[in-house]
């Protein structure tokens, strides 16, 4: 097995595949990291301008008002108000009119968060190009005259497959952190950076497990349909019928779609929402607003049942079938 491992390696190295997935991955990360400058660039000439104009006019109205806003402050019963000057409560200030801007911890939480289901894509893609591709050139049967048991050429493909998406994903998620660092402390928006790489380090993790799931959906769904079209046909009519129609007919079953589960687990949990309506006493029709939760725990599960089916559907159908 180790032998079979190491040559596997070698071959997934060598690969367009392995690292064309890597550059693609890196450009869409590279889109991320502009998004996150645009998130966080200081504002422009003019707004600044405007910000001083809206300033002069709130100060010139709080004035005419600083007695009832001293009034407000030395009556209020909220010990919060204990510390607070009240001679200039309510005074506006300059970054109440600026446009506003991210910190490092929301880039983080809207354009980090978010590479993890990039990265799925990319390995599920990889996944079955790597193994489709060599069913497609018949390299699969010669193999199988050096090792004839099929459940051992299965695992090494897994083993490899899962080996290289590693540093694979760990490259694309430090490259995505320091670009965004980077562009974030050039805009000077570095605020809660602590609270910022606790984050980094949160999604980053799951992001990797998220990554060896796709990975490992693509090869099995390879070897079970062959052919990286037929894959891709299947995906396709999952998407549109599962994940996108479903919903829309039956909506409590968003909470059983693959793209639902993936994002609680890769966000750390997540929810959606549903309406309930009745008819009252009036028989007026009166719908509520029920939020459903979904763990990040039940996002891992139903990822590794759903891993585990397709992988175990793949050895089958390589078992049985005559590889030509």
Same mark, same amino acid.
């Given at each position: ?46 707004? $600044? ?43 506006? $200030? ?71 998406? $590693? ?121 509520? $607003? ?35």
């Amino acid at each position: 097995m180790r032998g079979m491992l190491r040559a596997e390696l070698m071959r997934v190295r060598s690969r367009s595949a392995f690292w064309g997935t890597l550059v693609v991955l890196l450009v869409a990360c590279a889109g991320l990291v502009i998004a996150a400058w645009d998130d966080t660039r200081p504002p422009s000439d003019a707004a $600044v301008a405007q910000a001083h104009l809206d300033l002069d006019d709130a100060l010139a109205s709080w004035e005419d008002e600083q007695d009832w806003w001293t009034a407000e402050c030395e009556d209020a019963e909220d010990p919060w108000f204990e510390s607070v000057d009240c001679d200039t409560f309510g005074r506006p $200030v300059l970054e109440q009119f600026l446009p506003y801007r991210d910190g490092l911890a929301e880039v983080v939480d809207s354009r980090f968060a978010p590479i993890g289901g990039l990265l799925v894509l990319g390995l599920l893609i990889m996944g079955t190009s790597l193994a489709a591709a060599d069913f497609a050139s018949g390299a699969m049967a010669t193999w199988l005259t050096f090792q004839p048991r099929r459940a051992r050429v299965v695992g090494s493909r897994l083993l490899a497959a899962a080996t290289a998406t $590693v540093p694979l994903a760990l490259a694309v998620l430090t490259a995505a952190a320091l670009g965004m660092a980077g562009v974030v402390a050039w805009n000077g928006a570095m605020q809660d950076g602590g609270q910022a790489a606790a984050s980094i380090a949160a999604y980053g993790w799951r992001a990797v497990v998220a990554a060896l799931w796709g990975v490992v959906l693509g090869t099995g769904l390879a070897f079970t349909f062959r052919h990286s079209a037929a894959v891709i046909g299947v995906v396709v009519w999952w998407v549109a019928a599962v994940e996108t129609a479903l919903p829309t007919i039956l909506p409590t079953s968003r909470g059983v779609t693959l793209v639902t589960n993936l994002r609680a687990w890769t966000e750390g949990g997540t929810s959606y929402v549903t309406e309930t309506c009745r008819l009252d006493a009036a028989k007026n029709e009166v719908c509520d $607003v029920v939020e459903h939760v979904i763990s990040q725990t039940q996002g891992g599960l139903v990822m590794l049942g759903v891993a585990a089916v397709v992988v175990g559907l793949g050895l089958l159908v390589f078992r049985l079938r005559d590889v030509g």
